[in-house]
């Protein structure tokens, strides 16, 4: 074996409420800024989650599916329009019905549950009265949280507050990648402070109702990024240390506020935020993709129209060609990135940490093989997946304690702006038919999780 997990280690696969649920209308749901996004001309084709997976009906067979796999946990999120579809009114019981039908479902066949309780899907009603730029929403979605808490308690073995809160700020509020899409520029710091602060308050609910079994954590898409000095290290600050800093040491960089001088005042960090954002976690979860390479733009800080070329969040900085190969993402692959952001990441904070989503979006084709049968045969996504693992496994005889690892995606799903063109699945979809069928790199993956390693 090149790499072998101990027993406790959780091997995965992660989802997302609108990448896979459909049944956007159904059993008193309200409507997400993403709905509103996509059915507004904001995806590829045009493309909306209004039926996606049709996981909402279909979750059984998805339960099975990960039996079969023999995962020992699931990463899937919570839907807030689902349980929360009235502004200001009571939880709706059919939502909570159906996530915990999932969990119970997912424990009676031996899967560990792990909740994502804020995976973007906001509802619309509190999109129209600012989104994350208001500071109620903070407030709102920690509410929420207590109801999910409340109901599905020591049952799930994770809550993890928010999924890649960088997307759903700068993407979102800087940029206008992700719904909803404002470009607003310096405008996203208000809204990555008000997911931070969300997250002090959603861990504190959560810990109130479910009390002290479940694991608690937040999932971040920290930023590995190679090149110019100057430019690594402002987008590490405004990239990675504007969530890690305020979560794990209670205080916001001062290099933060100063590298975003003249452009923003940071005046909606109220008394005592601090104090509530930074809460006791057990577990940091980890997203990585790729790396990216970037350099020093000589633009301004902040044009107030930041551009998909500048990242976002820093327009004074420039993401560069990166070297192949790369996948149907166009994103690099670079196993040791994730290597090298592990082993940084801990000797930084000293928290255990969870591969919370590593995949590739290929190309998939689906073939019927001489004997009638369907298969992918998807080699590459095999091979990227193998060599992250042993990237996560020389981390961990390194000394860093990683707990976990979730492969992005058990199905293929709605992409975001992407809509259903890219595909991450082990799982492939026919989104016509709605058919499941597991690709090479399910088989593979179950093989791995059987051994315990590679
Ligand atoms: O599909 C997304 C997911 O929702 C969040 N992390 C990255 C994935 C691939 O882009």
């Not at 956007?24 to 997976?53: K, Q």
């Not at 999109?127 to 207590?146: F, I």
């Not at 305020?246 to 100063?258: C, N, S």
């Not at 004997?371 to 000394?399: C, F, N, P, Q």
Request: proline share 5%; aromatic share 12%; hydrophobic share 35%.
């Amino acid at each position: 074996m090149t790499a072998s997990f101990p027993d406790d280690f959780l091997f995965g696969t992660a989802t997302a409420s609108y990448q896979i649920e459909g049944a956007a209308n159904e059993d008193g749901r309200c409507p997400s800024i993403w709905d509103t996004f996509s059915h507004t001309g904001h995806t590829l084709g045009g493309d909306t989650g209004d039926v996606a997976c049709d996981s909402y009906h279909r979750w059984e067979e998805d339960l099975d599916l990960l039996a079969d796999l023999g995962v020992d946990a699931y990463r899937f999120s919570v839907a807030m329009p689902r349980v929360m579809p009235v502004e200001g009114g009571a939880p709706n019981p059919k939502g909570l019905d159906f996530y915990e039908r999932i969990v119970d479902g997912l424990l009676a066949r031996g899967i560990k549950p792990i909740v994502t309780l804020y995976h973007w899907d906001l509802p619309q009603y509190l999109g129209d009265q600012g989104g994350w730029l208001n500071r109620d929403t903070a407030y709102r979605v920690a509410e929420y949280a207590g109801v999910v808490a409340h109901r599905l308690g020591d049952r799930v073995h994770t809550y993890t507050t928010l999924n890649e809160p960088w997307c759903s700020s700068y993407l979102s509020y800087g940029g206008t990648e992700h719904a909803p899409g404002l470009g607003g520029g310096p405008k996203a710091f208000a809204a990555v402070h008000h997911l931070n602060l969300a997250h002090g308050l959603m861990t504190q609910a959560i810990r109130g109702e479910a009390g002290d079994g479940p694991e608690l954590s937040v999932t971040l898409n920290l930023q590995m990024n190679r090149g110019d000095a100057d430019a690594v290290h402002r987008l590490d600050l405004i990239a990675n240390r504007a969530f890690l800093d305020p979560m794990l040491r209670g205080y916001y960089p001062e290099e933060l506020f100063a590298v975003t001088r003249g452009i923003c005042d940071w005046s909606f960090v109220q008394d005592g935020d601090l104090e509530q954002i930074h809460q006791p976690i057990d577990v940091l979860g980890i997203n990585y993709y790729s790396t990216n390479r970037v350099a020093m733009s000589g633009r301004p800080q902040f044009p107030q129209s930041a551009t998909a070329s500048t990242a976002p969040g820093a327009s004074d900085v420039d993401w560069l060609p990166t070297e192949g190969p790369h996948t149907d993402m166009g994103w690099n692959i670079d196993p040791d990135g994730l290597h090298d952001l592990l082993v940084r990441t801990y000797d930084q904070y000293r928290l255990p940490m969870v591969v919370t989503e590593n995949g590739m979006a290929c190309r998939d084709e689906l073939v019927v093989e001489a004997d009638g049968t369907k298969a992918v045969h998807d080699a590459e996504r095999i091979e990227y997946v193998r060599r992250h693992l042993e990237a996560v496994s020389r981390a961990m005889t390194e000394g860093v304690p990683m707990r976990g690892y979730f492969v992005w995606s058990l199905l293929d799903n709605f992409e975001w702006a992407f809509g259903y063109a890219k595909r991450f699945g082990i799982v492939y979809m026919d989104y016509e038919t709605l058919e499941r069928t597991p690709k090479d790199s399910f088989r593979w993956y179950r093989g791995v999780i059987a051994n315990r390693g590679l």
